[in-house]
């Protein structure tokens, strides 16, 4: 054989191979990765999947190569996923006439940034930077994750400190660093809330009934299971020759891959028994060709593809591969503005959006007509 025939033929199988791995980053959305976890890989690199498809479209199509239509015909679906990590414009005038509310979810990262990157030297000084960027948001409702503290019998007073005229709910786990959890900020008074604690998880969800102007709605503010992954540990491990790196990488990536989507099928359970409309958000752990996304966008919209611009990426260290944020508003809805400001406090990004409820209408939905 010659060597240009082997160099073509080995080109082609490169492209069968990229183009293979960028359509099963299209089919995970779709497939529980409890039952296939391995779908997950290609899932989480579904951008750049797509940029290494982009690039061998071209230099196909520069050397005139028939070969082209491999990647053109698996980059024909990233058009359908595409608006969930980057938007040219903005919807922003999709609100018009509805009563604007502000939301803002951040997961402050147990205000524990390191101070190479927030300039930051301890957790005090990293929690006053956090409160005072939600005061310059003027949000009227605020969600906040992994928030921490060393007492956890004043979180309602500090909290009360710290943001007057706010009805506060939230829930704490206790762990040797402290007490953590997810917490509810609203302007609006609250008429119920509740807790939804995950099985054999610190993670979880907590919940509140908002009665705002337009009338009554459910928020829940999300923490699915994480996959506890250090890329630094996992290099100092491969320089300390550490032989069961990449075992314990995986068996910590198979048991959040177990875990989450159990996590998310008891929201979607509690969500269908809610007589209101709901809104979501949080950290979710999982980006836009996800199963958790697409299960938890059902009776929902997503903020960024509403009303975003640029990248959607809210996990600071892989901007702007990973976008794990979110805030899901009802249907029938409007968002006049989605923004995540790119500040260091944490190793997230927060997520502000208004949602623009529509004037005089109230949260009641037909709960028959929600998936069971």
Not at 24 to 39: G, V
Not at 149 to 155: A, F, L, M
Not at 160 to 188: D, K, Q, T, W
Not at 316 to 335: E, K
Request: glycine share 8%; aromatic share 12%; net charge positive.
């Amino acid at each position: 054989m010659s060597r240009t025939f082997l160099g073509g033929l080995t080109n082609r199988v490169l492209m069968t191979i990229a183009a293979a791995c960028l359509v099963l980053s299209f089919l995970s959305s779709f497939i529980n990765p409890a039952e296939a976890w391995f779908l997950m890989l290609p899932g989480l690199l579904f951008v750049p999947l797509a940029l290494l498809n982009l690039f061998l479209l071209v230099w196909a199509v520069f050397r005139r190569s028939k070969a082209f239509v491999i990647p053109l015909v698996a980059l024909l679906p990233t058009m359908l996923f595409l608006g969930r990590y980057f938007r040219f414009s903005s919807g922003a005038a999709d609100g018009e006439g509805g009563v604007p509310v502000r939301i803002v979810s951040y997961n402050v990262g147990r205000f524990a940034m390191q101070p190479e990157r927030s300039g930051i030297r301890d957790r005090k000084a990293c929690a006053d930077s956090v409160f005072s960027f939600l005061d310059d948001c003027d949000a009227d409702i605020i969600c906040l994750q992994e928030y921490c503290t060393d007492d956890n019998t004043s979180v309602r007073k500090e909290l009360s400190g710290r943001f007057p005229g706010y009805s506060i709910e939230y829930y704490m786990y206790s762990g040797r660093a402290g007490h953590f959890g997810n917490v509810i900020l609203s302007r609006f008074p609250i008429a119920d809330k509740g807790v939804l604690k995950f099985d054999k998880s610190a993670n979880l969800a907590v919940y509140a009934d908002i009665v705002g102007k337009h009338g009554r709605f459910r928020i829940y503010n999300c923490h699915f299971e994480s996959y506890n992954i250090s890329l630094p540990g996992i290099v100092k491990s491969v320089e300390e020759r550490r032989n069961d790196v990449f075992r314990e990488t995986e068996e910590k990536m198979k048991r959040s891959l177990s875990r989450r989507p159990r996590q998310v099928e008891q929201v979607m359970g509690h969500i269908a028994s809610c007589a209101y409309e709901t809104v979501l958000c949080g950290d979710f752990n999982d980006n836009p060709t996800s199963y958790t996304y697409q299960r938890l966008i059902k009776g929902h919209d997503d903020t960024f593809c509403r009303a975003g611009k640029g990248f959607g990426a809210t996990y600071a260290a892989l901007w702007p591969l990973l976008r794990i944020d979110y805030i899901f508003m009802p249907d029938g809805s409007g968002t006049c503005s989605h923004k995540t400001p790119k500040i260091r406090f944490s190793d997230h990004y927060p997520v502000i959006a208004d949602v623009c409820f529509p004037d005089g209408e109230g949260g009641h939905r037909d709960t028959r007509t929600k998936e069971k």
